[in-house]
């Protein structure tokens, strides 16, 4: 197996908020003297700059990984459930990166000080790693100014001796976006286009771009371009407006060319979307089908060209893998698709399921049969589960689908999914799971480790995934935090908004060929309202975004796009739904049913994160967000 760099370092995690130099230095380091010695202690500080970063996959206590409408979870007990309950506020804002990434920032300020003295290191690792802490300057900036809004802008290295009358206050957000896209570019100038093998996890410059892009696609998108309706009074002490209150058509036009510029420039990189001929799978011939088996690989394939840049620490015993797999000694069956996002999901014609004439929305809940040999299930099931596109069945496990995963139990273990009656396909390795409540899968008797709704998330779990009696592996793979199915659909995004809709047509077209869909000419001739949709840039808008929270499903974007699209009111603050999975029979688990799962968005408040409370004490220049 590979070996990664692993870009967290054991360090200070505390972040406790205090100025002490100890608390940005990594623990084994007893003076700055020490942490810039020799060029290893140089790299490990390097390394350490880093570790402020949030873990995209730690499921416990991740702010934008569960915390959308995509999934519910068997979890509300954890950390992270706090926030599609809307129970954080500013003085318990429950997860908060304020503090972490300023802390992270002064790091990178001192190695930039620093690092040319540091005896015996040659010019082009100072390059390297000057160029490494002004990326990550960019990136924690961008980090803080998605959450927050408007932020403090950190130019140079803060002295831990500024008195309280020179506290910075905020800074308007177009200036914080200029700014921090000129940090991206200055970093882009000396950085490599990629990294290879071990140091796969550092910055690079196809990575500043495309970041750089992401970020202007935010500030062209309605949250934050001319929503006055919002922050008309959102203004520092001095009255400075900190949220621009004009639309302005051209940020569409920035955000349209930036995205091509980084699509651009990752293609000279040599990065590409992963394609059928890359699975070289051998340990699991599951899936069979070219297209499933391409879409069930593409994340978790170690050797995909399609990641620009990754998080390479190892995955949790409380993250995805686990929490996903079916119930077995360390499967926890508890991540579960709502039936918002299985919605989402096209027929197998490539048309949202109201568009397509031939798929019954109305009776989706019915119950049918699989027909003898269907390779997506066997057995019962619910009519929604018939039709659907290559994704929905490489990602969801429902009743009587399939779940790729392998099982070495015992007859007489108590891990049912696992044993040999369930065990189907190529050497059996690929499981069939039932919900109800006494199936395989079903609830039982248990308080956790369930399904909510009835359905199990297969995404991001490697199909090599084993359970035994006593354990369970699986294979570990860097997480994609950016990628080249995102820039393509960033970039059909910003041409639908500045109405070029024939080029959204065909980037949209390359993640749908990628999928086994048809293009959209030919999806939407066959629909209810006929090609001329795909000639209106406000469907086009409703199709950009449907093709986005498809494709991006289970990746972090949902918290994000919801907000930016200013629709979490409408989705984020009603109960999810999922099938009856009390019920013994199928007739009465078919059924569209209501969570009783708490979920609260309030609107304005909740598109931006509160600063915490002792920070605006602190700083008499800091304004809150509003409604906190």
């Known amino acids: 197996m590979k070996k990664y760099t ?8 505390l972040l406790v908020t205090s100025c002490d130099f100890l608390d940005v230095v990594p623990d084994e380091i007893s003076t700055e003297e020490d942490a810039f010695a020799n060029p290893k202690a140089a790299e490990r500080y390097l390394y350490s700059c880093y570790g402020f970063l949030p873990n995209p996959r730690e499921g416990a206590a991740s702010l934008d990984f569960f915390t959308g409408d995509e ?3 068997a979890f509300e007990h954890e950390t992270f459930a706090n926030f599609p309950k809307g129970n954080f506020t500013a003085n318990e804002p429950i997860i908060s990166y304020w503090n972490t990434f300023f802390i992270g920032l002064r790091q990178c300020y001192i190695l930039k000080r620093e690092i040319s003295k540091v005896p015996g290191i040659d010019p082009e690792t100072v390059k390297d790693y000057t160029a490494q802490a002004d990326f990550l300057i960019a990136y924690y900036h961008y980090l803080l100014l998605r959450c ?8 140079e290295e803060p002295s831990v001796t500024t008195p309280a009358s020179d506290f910075l206050g905020r800074t308007p957000y177009d200036e914080c976006v200029s700014w921090i896209a000129a940090k991206f570019d200055e970093a882009a100038a000396n950085l490599p286009a990629r990294r290879e093998e071990q140091k796969i996890g550092l910055a690079t410059k196809t990575a500043a771009i495309a970041i750089k892009s992401r970020m202007y696609l935010f500030a062209a998108s309605p949250l934050f371009n001319g929503n006055s309706a919002f922050y008309a009074n959102f203004k520092n002490p001095d009255g400075t407006a900190l949220m621009p209150l004009m639309y302005d058509a051209n940020k569409w ?3 349209k060319n930036t995205a091509k510029e980084a699509i651009d420039a990752a293609t000279a990189a040599g990065y590409r979307l992963y394609q059928a001929t890359d699975v070289q799978q051998p340990t699991n011939p599951e899936p069979t089908n070219t297209t499933l088996r391409t879409l069930r690989f593409g994340l978790v394939d170690k050797t995909s060209q ?3 840049w990754v998080d390479t620490r190892e995955e949790t015993a409380y993250s995805l893998n686990r929490k996903s797999l079916p119930f077995g000694t360390s499967g926890y069956n508890g991540i579960c698709p709502t039936l918002n996002m299985l919605d989402r999901f096209y027929t197998d014609k490539g048309l949202p399921l109201k568009e397509d004439p031939s798929f019954d929305f109305d009776g989706r809940f019915d119950v049918v049969q699989f027909p003898q040999g269907d390779p997506n299930g066997e057995g019962e099931t619910s009519k929604m589960n018939l039709q659907r596109e290559p994704r929905y069945y490489a990602w969801i496990s429902f009743h009587g689908g399939y779940y790729e995963a392998i099982g070495n139990v015992s007859q007489n273990s108590q891990w049912e999914p696992y044993k040999t009656a369930y065990k189907r396909g190529v050497e059996n390795k690929k499981l069939v799971t039932f919900f109800k409540k006494d199936d395989n899968c079903g609830v039982k008797n248990r308080s956790n480790n369930y399904s909510p709704g009835g359905f199990l998330s297969k995404k991001g779990v490697h199909p090599n995934a084993t359970m035994d009696d006593s354990n369970v592996s699986y294979e570990k793979y860097p997480w994609t935090l950016l990628g080249m199915s995102e820039l393509y659909l960033n970039y059909a995004e910003a041409c639908v908004e500045t109405n070029d809709l024939g080029e959204a047509a ?3 077209n390359k993640i749908r060929e990628r999928a086994g869909l048809p293009t959209l000419q030919t999806s939407w001739a066959q629909s209810r309202t006929g090609i001329a949709a795909i000639s209106s840039q406000e469907k086009m808008r409703e199709i950009v975004r449907q093709e986005r929270m498809i494709e991006l499903y289970l990746q972090g974007h949902n918290f994000w ?13 009603q109960k999810p739904k999922g099938l009856n999975i009390r019920a013994t029979t199928m007739s009465e688990f078919s059924k569209q049913t209501e969570l009783n799962i708490t979920r609260n968005f309030v609107s304005p408040t909740h598109y931006l994160l509160p600063i915490p409370y002792s920070e605006v004490q602190n700083n008499r220049k800091l304004v809150q967000n509003p409604g906190y």
């Not at 692993?6 to 995690?13: A, E, G, N, T, Y």
């Not at 796009?561 to 603050?573: H, P, S």
């Open 6 to 13: 692993f870009i967290i370092v054991s360090l200070f995690l």
């Open 148 to 155: 927050y809004g408007p932020i403090i802008l950190i130019k």
């Open 71 to 73: 999934v519910v979870t």
């Open 561 to 573: 796009d919801m907000r930016r699209w200013l629709l979490a009111e409408q989705y984020f603050g």
């Open 253 to 255: 036009v920035v955000a």
């Open 506 to 508: 065909i980037y949209i």
């Open 306 to 308: 399609e990641p620009i």
